[in-house]
């Protein structure tokens, strides 16, 4: 044998042998893919490339006739096995579910025994292949197809065809860097082209297959060289998964940049773009993107939605692949209406606090003003000045008439302060006008706006009477009540400015005693129809606006809100 045949074989021996060795690393090597269908379909297909390669690798050292028939039978075998495993694996990376179907697997079961048992029976009916010994371009077995192989052929590269096209339908929706692997995947179909240039005349190639060459090339580049971006693209294959969630799930990288999301998070955040960094295109997660945050750490945020107001539990979970962090998973759960609950305990919680103030403001006041004057009116009796005693009579009855006033007022407001679960619709200004020629006919109102608004009848003319009683107790000249969009504002004006400081608190006596309890008593009220106070002192007196926070914003110490 001429010295370049010599090299010409120790090539494709040498391609072969590395081949077999390839495939058989890269089997051991799966060991360490986490997922269990992707790892069985590797494993198949590097284990049946192997003993394919070998089938091969006997035809070159041009052993007997009967050896290589019988090798390559046993090389077909494998090789037609390799398909299976390839679609198994191609299923199970993709994150689909074929390899699972009862049917399919027991009509490919069928199918490859059947085409086994006429590769098996070649010796038979001789319609698959036939060996013969060649000398170019190097002495070795060669295989002559025939018409079953060509049939067989066909079917085996659209099965193929069909594993490719799940494999990039993934890399297609998958965000993930994956040239590499799709590279590497492209990299499996090289050896096809040398077998067409074999069958166009190439004399320096034989006419056996080259595929096992590229399955080889294949494992030993998706798992020893591009093993993370492997891992990686596999992840992003349970988007169908994701999408199954309730909760919304954002993936983002070890950089914070956004890599997938489920259906529930683009609907709460519609915004959200991958490839894009979390902070920056969701401000209201900009805490959850911070990988130096404890993994159990959770935060509230609230979301506008066209529904109306979503309270969000953000939690976060640290995603690793292989033996490295990959990033996280930011986990957004709806706690709407534990949220809302939690703030009516909290408001009932800080309204049983000012009622305690309240009542301890205001009757220890009036009992100290009624234990004086038994005092005073007992010295009186001993002395015999009645008309002194008389004075402290009347006093005595004022008091007791304000602390009945003062136990109402009170009994009242405990019974509307109650959060309001249906609210009416009311015509603004003649409900202020109504309420406030009863309440002080002498007050001058201006009605800035006539609109309808969402609110609780009887609350907010409760509300609306305490506005004007306040009105009479600060000397206000004029009244004036608008309502704007969600927002409604009552101004006093004032001959003298008055101090606010305190007016909206129990327990304070702003601007006087007698007027102690009507800022507090106007916040409650509100608060009970889902709206935040504010009040503002201005150079002609002060203003008390009202917001609707449509049942879920909380204002409170914001902007001047409470």
């Known amino acids: 044998m001429r010295k370049h045949e010599e090299m010409l074989r120790a090539i494709h021996l040498g391609a072969f042998l590395l081949a077999v060795v390839g495939c058989l690393l890269a089997a051991w090597r799966v060991r360490g893919v986490s997922h269990d269908g992707t790892r069985r379909g590797l494993t198949g297909l590097f284990v049946l490339s192997a003993v394919w390669a070998f089938g091969q690798a006997v035809l070159l050292a041009n052993p007997p006739l009967s050896v290589a028939h019988g090798s390559y039978i046993v090389a077909l075998i494998a090789g037609f096995g390799t398909v299976w495993a390839w679609l198994y694996f191609c299923s199970a990376y993709a994150g689909q579910s074929y390899h699972r179907d009862g049917w399919l697997r027991r009509t490919a079961t069928v199918v490859f025994l059947g085409i086994a048992g006429l590769k098996l029976t070649n010796p038979v009916h001789e319609s698959y292949f036939a060996v013969e010994r060649v000398t170019e371009p190097f002495p070795h077995a060669q295989i002559e197809l025939l018409g079953l192989h060509e049939v067989v052929t066909v079917l085996a590269y659209a099965l193929t065809a069909v594993g490719f096209f799940m494999l990039f339908e993934l890399f297609r929706r998958s965000e993930l860097p994956k040239r590499r692997l799709t590279a590497l995947v492209g990299l499996t179909t090289l050896p096809v082209g040398l077998d067409v240039l074999s069958d166009l005349g190439v004399t320096q190639l034989v006419a056996n297959t080259y595929v096992p060459l590229g399955v080889a ?212 200004g003649s409900v202020v006008e109504e309420t406030v020629e009863a309440t002080n006919p002498e007050l001058g109102l201006t009605l800035d706006g006539d609109g309808e608004i969402r609110a609780d009848r009887t609350r907010f003319r409760e509300l609306v009477r305490n506005v004007a009683m306040l009105a009479g107790e600060t000397d206000t000249t004029e009244l004036r009540a608008r309502v704007e969009g969600e927002t409604i504002e009552f101004a006093f004006r004032t001959p003298e400015p008055v101090a606010v400081d305190g007016l909206l608190e129990y327990g304070e006596a702003v601007p006087h005693a007698e007027a102690g309890m009507l800022g507090p008593n106007i916040q409650t009220l509100a608060r009970a129809q889902g709206w935040a106070v504010r009040i503002d002192e201005r150079a002609d007196g002060f203003c008390i606006a009202l917001a609707d926070t449509a049942g879920g914003t909380d204002g409170r110490n914001e902007s001047g809100w409470a």
């Open 217 to 428: 090339a294949f494992g030993i580049g998706a798992l020893f060289v591009a093993e993370a971006g492997f891992e990686q693209v596999h992840w992003a294959s349970h988007r169908e998964l994701l999408d199954r969630i309730n909760q919304g799930v954002i993936i983002v990288d070890d950089s914070g940049t956004i890599r997938d999301y489920n259906a529930a998070a683009r609907w709460l955040f519609p915004q959200l773009e991958a490839g894009e960094p979390l902070d920056e295109t969701v401000d209201a997660l900009t805490d959850a993107a911070s990988l130096g945050r404890e993994s159990d750490d959770t935060d509230i945020v609230t979301v506008e939605r066209g529904t109306g107001t979503i309270h969000c539990l953000v939690g976060r979970t640290k995603l690793t692949i292989g033996p490295e962090m990959y990033g996280q998973a930011v986990m957004i759960s709806d706690v709407t209406t534990v949220e809302r609950q939690r703030r009516e305990l909290k408001r009932q919680s800080e309204q049983l606090d000012d009622f305690a103030a309240a009542i301890a403001h205001e009757l220890r006041n009036t009992l100290t003003i009624t234990e004086s004057n038994l005092v005073l009116l007992s010295d009186d009796l001993k002395t015999g000045a009645t008309e002194d005693g008389r004075e402290r009579v009347a006093r005595l009855q004022e008091a007791t008439e304000r602390m009945t006033t003062i136990v109402d007022d009170l009994n009242t407001l405990a019974r509307l302060s109650q959060t309001v679960t249906e609210l009416d619709s009311l015509a603004f």
